[in-house]
């Protein structure tokens, strides 16, 4: 049973500083990782993804992955209110699985 | 460009009733994934077409969910004496690659199914 852990929160972070957000897998085959903000009432929306070791810079995003120690993560810095909204962790397993197997998600809140 | 459209945005029905689910998915995009939603969880994986034919349909939870592909474009989910627990927000996903492990897929508005 591939699982997805994450803090479900919610985590508050002040306006400018920088949100860490946090992602446990347990398939040791997983190859790929994606992370999703999601608005209240709204869908699912890609906003990084890795797939190897290390970190991944996207403007104010940067996914950081270890594959050795099954964790992933994603920073936002100088956060903004805009930013407040459920960050969703995603996992392809990989060897042809292309289904995600996605985490409950964290809520984030970033106070003005 | 369009982006993944589903139809109808909201269903209300009854314990028993049958419903489809529409997805179109973006122009090119070969790959389609049907996922659901329940509140407070992440979406949970449904099935995945490559083209016309179900690649993986190991998340549908039991045969009365069934979904179809015929022309490698639309698809549509069916679901057949719905229950309360179907209750939830079914997405539709695309992805431009052929299948493999790199596979960016790009969410819907999402169907919200309500058995009452």
């Known amino acids: 049973q591939k699982e997805v852990e994450q803090n479900s929160g919610p985590l508050s972070v002040p306006e400018g500083a920088i949100a860490s957000l946090n992602c446990t897998y347990s398939?040791?085959?997983?190859?790929?990782f994606f992370w999703y903000r999601q608005y209240s009432g709204k869908s699912p929306e890609l906003i990084m993804f890795?797939?190897?070791?290390g970190d991944k810079e996207d403007g104010r995003f940067t996914a950081q992955l270890n594959k050795a120690s099954q964790y992933v993560s994603l920073l936002i810095r100088d956060s903004q209110p805009s930013d407040s909204a459920t960050y969703l962790c995603?996992?392809?397993?990989?060897?042809?699985?292309?289904?995600?197997?996605f985490g409950k998600g964290t809520h984030l809140i970033i106070q003005p | 460009g369009a982006g993944v459209s589903q139809t109808p945005s909201n269903k209300v029905t009854e314990k028993g009733k049958y419903v489809e689910l529409r997805c179109d998915p973006i122009?090119?995009?070969?790959?389609l994934y049907w996922y659901r939603q329940s509140l407070g969880q992440g979406p949970e994986f449904l099935i995945y077409?490559?083209?016309?034919?179900?690649?993986?349909d190991s998340g549908l939870p039991n045969d009365r969910f069934f979904a179809v592909r015929p022309e490698g474009s639309v698809s549509t989910l069916k679901i057949q004496r719905t229950e309360r627990g179907d209750s939830a927000v079914y997405l539709c996903?695309?992805?431009?690659?052929?299948?493999?492990?790199?596979?960016?897929?790009?969410f819907g508005p999402g169907t919200r199914l309500t058995v009452l």
């Open positions: 398939d040791r085959g997983s190859q790929s």
């Open positions: 890795i797939y190897s070791n």
């Open positions: 122009s090119g995009h070969t790959a």
């Open positions: 077409f490559q083209g016309t034919g179900a690649a993986d």
């Open positions: 996903a695309s992805s431009p690659k052929p299948g493999g492990d790199y596979n960016e897929q790009f």
């Open positions: 995603a996992v392809n397993g990989g060897g042809g699985a292309d289904g995600l197997t």
